[in-house]
Each structure stands twice: as structure tokens, then as C-alpha cells.
């Protein structure tokens, strides 16, 4: 009998994460993070609508490669992936459940494509689409925002992001083992 009560939690436990991970917001808004903190952070996270913040908090210091960042990182086991990229000729794919854009210096002129608006795209390689630069720029759907040095942007998982900078953005990503499921689905999505 407790076996089987606990089997049904475990198994609830799982399809509840599963289910968080594949889940899609339909609001395609964006908004400011004011108080900065772990806790907050990690609340709007679940929420999956992007947000931005300043961080020159002194927890949020990086170098060339990734060290640990106790305030973005889920609760759970993680992978964590650091680049640092000058790249404006990408639109780039976004699976993992938590992704941060950290505009390092100058300025950054972010788009975010909600997860809905992705089929006006053509998927080159199972991960990134191809770029239409103007028709990116003109749509009023995809929500378009200027972050400064020292701001830093989320992005929920299956949103696509664009954005055009002089200087470098630094993009953190954290999967977690659950997330594994995402990366599968779109494997399996863009097979057929």
C-alpha cells in the first residue's frame, strides 16, 4: 500500500515537471524585474514570460567561462552552458528551461518571438531558423526592447530571440535533467 502511494507521488512529481517544461504561456508581454533576488527570480522563471533586470548585483559577476551564479540557477540538478557571442546573424533557438542574455557592454536591440509565431520561419538544421532581418524588425507581434549595459534579459524555453549589438552578449542557459525532454520533443518534432 505505501509503495504504491509513493510510486503514484514519484510519478506525479515527474509528469508535473514534464509538463512545466513543455508548457507555453500565451502572453506575449515582457516586463522588469525591480526587486532582484534569488526567490524572484526563480517565481517568474516558473512564470515563463520574459522579464529583464539590472545586474550589477554583486552576485551576478562573470568571467570568459562559466562559474557557479547561485541566484539564476534552478533549485535542481543543472547543466549549465556560457557563451559569449558578437553574433547578429542568428535567431537563436531557446530550449533550455532557464536562459539569460547578459548585455556586457555598449547597448543590445533585443526581439523576442513568442513560441507561436515560429512557423513564419524556416528551420534550417533541427535548431536554427533562417533570418529574415527586415520582416523580423517590422513585425509589431514579436516584442522588440533596448537593453543597456549591465541588464540582463530571461527568456522562456521555445521562445526565439534576435538581437543586434556593437558590443557582446553573454548567454547563459541551465537544463535540467527534466528539461532533457524538451530538446527530445524537438528532435522528434523536426525528424518528420
Same mark, same amino acid.
Given at each position: 500500500? /505505501?509503495?504504491?502511494?509513493?510510486?503514484?507521488? $514519484?510519478?506525479?512529481?515527474?509528469?508535473t515537471?514534464? @509538463?512545466?517544461?513543455?508548457?507555453?504561456?500565451k502572453?506575449?508581454?515582457?516586463?522588469?524585474?525591480?526587486? $532582484?533576488?534569488?526567490?524572484?527570480?526563480?517565481?517568474?522563471?516558473?512564470?515563463?514570460?520574459?522579464?529583464?533586470?539590472?545586474?550589477?548585483?554583486?552576485?551576478l559577476?562573470?568571467?570568459?567561462?562559466?562559474?557557479?551564479?547561485?541566484?539564476?540557477?534552478?533549485?535542481?540538478?543543472?547543466?549549465?552552458?556560457h557563451?559569449?557571442?558578437?553574433?547578429?546573424?542568428? @535567431?537563436?533557438?531557446?530550449?533550455?528551461?532557464?536562459?539569460?542574455?547578459?548585455?556586457?557592454?555598449?547597448?543590445?536591440?533585443? /526581439? @523576442?518571438?513568442?513560441?507561436? &509565431?515560429? *512557423?513564419?520561419? %524556416?528551420?534550417?538544421?533541427?535548431?536554427?531558423y533562417?533570418?529574415?532581418?527586415?520582416?523580423? %524588425?517590422?513585425?509589431?507581434?514579436?516584442?522588440?526592447?533596448?537593453?543597456?549595459?549591465?541588464?540582463?534579459?530571461?527568456?522562456?524555453?521555445?521562445?526565439?530571440? &534576435?538581437?543586434?549589438?556593437?558590443?557582446?552578449?553573454? %548567454?547563459?542557459?541551465?537544463a535540467?535533467?527534466?528539461?532533457?525532454?524538451?530538446?527530445? %520533443? *524537438?528532435? /522528434?518534432?523536426? @525528424?518528420?
Open positions: 500500500m /505505501i509503495s504504491g502511494i509513493l510510486m503514484f507521488i $514519484v510519478i506525479l512529481f515527474i509528469y515537471h514534464i @509538463l512545466i517544461h513543455f508548457y507555453v504561456v502572453e506575449n508581454s515582457i516586463s522588469k524585474l525591480k526587486d $532582484v533576488n534569488g526567490n524572484e527570480i526563480t517565481y517568474r522563471c516558473h512564470h515563463k514570460i520574459p522579464y529583464y533586470f539590472d545586474y550589477s548585483h554583486p552576485d559577476s562573470l568571467n570568459d567561462t562559466y562559474e557557479s551564479i547561485p541566484m539564476l540557477e534552478p533549485n535542481v540538478h543543472f547543466f549549465p552552458t557563451t559569449t557571442s558578437t553574433d547578429t546573424e542568428s @535567431l537563436h533557438t531557446n530550449l533550455h528551461c532557464r536562459n539569460f542574455y547578459k548585455v556586457t557592454d555598449m547597448s543590445a536591440n533585443f /526581439i @523576442l518571438i513568442h513560441p507561436k &509565431y515560429t *512557423h513564419n520561419f %524556416k528551420l534550417l538544421d533541427g535548431l536554427n533562417s533570418i529574415e532581418k527586415d520582416n523580423i %524588425k517590422r513585425n509589431p507581434s514579436f516584442i522588440h526592447k533596448t537593453l543597456s549595459k549591465n541588464e540582463m534579459l530571461f527568456v522562456p524555453n521555445y521562445w526565439l530571440v &534576435y538581437y543586434e549589438t556593437n558590443g557582446v552578449v553573454e %548567454k547563459i542557459q541551465y535540467t535533467l527534466l528539461n532533457q525532454m524538451c530538446f527530445l %520533443k *524537438h528532435k /522528434i518534432k523536426h @525528424l518528420r
